[in-house]
């Protein structure tokens, strides 16, 4: 008898969602089946009923209605086809109303990103714009926007607006972001050259420096970088960003040699 609550027990877990049973829950139901011919003393002279068994047009009884599993509150209309739950599924506790799946019932590609919550992964937002490469700039030892050789930004998406060449960034959302740039400058100044950037914001009262990095030494004849490799900020709608460049040494030619680069996430 023990072996049979067991089984019963175990039920529980093969009821799908459309209330039927799955091939494991059949079976499961096979062994209770059998296992209660066995065992005659353990049922109620008033359990089996004229109306719980149904008869078929060929005469054949293959047909159980109603079989409550006692203890769980869950009848069971059992026949050759199919076995379905004709009442009780609140007696399956969390599996009833299926609130509660464990990982090992969920299909690897059942899980796509349409159908993750977007407080489980929230919805990002992206920008990317290159130099022009036609367009130069050369650097002074005063700080100016780096402006006048972005190409259009690709992609962009909404909440996020590239201001052209001008290089001017307006977030128009809420939300945290991660800006990355490299800055490449070319060096035939005759003298050895540092590439100084800054990342500027605005928030309505103007514009002040929030980062600052430069490159190492470039000497005559070579190229070299200042990069920000990810900077994050917590932004308001509205908050607008700006590059600046300025150099230490020999003049720099930014935006025709080696490639520069903005790239932004907002989440």
């Known amino acids: 008898m023990a072996d049979l609550i067991q089984q019963v027990d175990a039920l529980r877990r093969f009821v799908e969602a459309d209330g039927r049973l799955s091939y494991e829950g059949r079976e499961i139901i096979r062994l209770i089946v059998n296992a209660l011919g066995g065992q ?6 008033v359990s089996v009923t004229d109306e719980k068994v149904a008869v078929n047009a060929a005469g054949a009884a293959d047909y159980l209605a109603n079989v409550l599993i006692a203890g769980t509150g869950v009848t069971f209309d059992i026949q050759s086809s199919a076995i379905t739950v004709s ?4 007696g399956l506790g969390d599996l009833a109303p299926l609130d509660t799946v464990g990982t090992a019932e969920i299909d690897d590609a ?3 990103l349409a159908k993750l919550a977007s407080d489980v992964l929230p919805a990002m937002l992206y920008l990317m714009v290159q130099d022009d490469g036609a367009t130069g700039q050369t650097t002074t030892g005063t700080a100016a926007d780096l402006a006048g050789m972005w190409a259009a930004a690709t992609p962009a998406d ?3 607006a590239w201001g052209g060449p001008a290089g001017e960034l307006t977030v128009t959302t809420d939300g945290t972001m991660t800006l990355s740039a490299m800055i490449g400058v070319n060096n035939a100044s005759g ?3 540092e ?4 990342l500027q914001e605005d928030t309505g009262g103007g514009y002040s420096t929030i980062f600052e990095t430069k490159s190492p030494v470039v000497a005559d004849g070579s190229n070299g970088w200042a990069m920000i490799p990810g900077f994050v900020r917590a932004v308001t709608s509205g908050n607008t960003y700006k590059l600046r460049v300025y150099d230490t040494g020999g003049a720099g030619t930014i ?3 080696p490639q520069s ?7």
């Open 261 to 267: 680069y903005v790239s932004v996430m907002v989440w």
């Open 110 to 112: 059942a899980v796509t």
């Open 255 to 257: 935006g025709t040699g």
């Open 158 to 160: 909404t909440g996020l």
């Open 87 to 90: 009442a009780g599924l609140s």
């Open 195 to 198: 590439l100084h950037l800054e």
């Open 191 to 193: 003298s050895d050259h």
């Open 40 to 45: 005659g003393a353990d049922l109620s002279d």
